[in-house]
């Protein structure tokens, strides 16, 4: 994932885009503020970043995978 991004950091307004809309910047906005946001944020002027490497990590550990249900052709 992180290995197609153009760059080593991704601004926090970018994350929407990173991650094809399943995260907004205003949501880890909030869960920086609790300390439950991605490792290694650092400001670039005005604007929040993280690491590309920290925020997969980040994203991987808060994801789960769905249980796929196989349907019987004979049913």
């Known amino acids: 994932m ?3 991004w153009p760059s080593q950091i991704i601004a926090r307004t970018e ?3 990173f991650t094809g809309g399943a995260q ?3 949501y ?3 869960l920086d ?3 439950l946001g991605p490792a290694g944020r650092f400001k ?3 604007k929040v970043c993280y690491p590309v490497a920290e ?3 980040w994203l991987e550990r808060r994801s789960t995978a769905c249980a796929v249900k196989k349907i ?3 049913e």
């Open 24 to 26: 907004n910047e205003r």
């Open 2 to 4: 992180g290995d197609k």
């Open 44 to 46: 670039i002027g005005r």
């Open 15 to 17: 994350v929407s885009k």
């Open 33 to 35: 503020s609790l300390g």
């Open 72 to 74: 019987d052709a004979a």
């Open 28 to 30: 880890l906005a909030n």
């Open 55 to 57: 925020f997969v990590a």
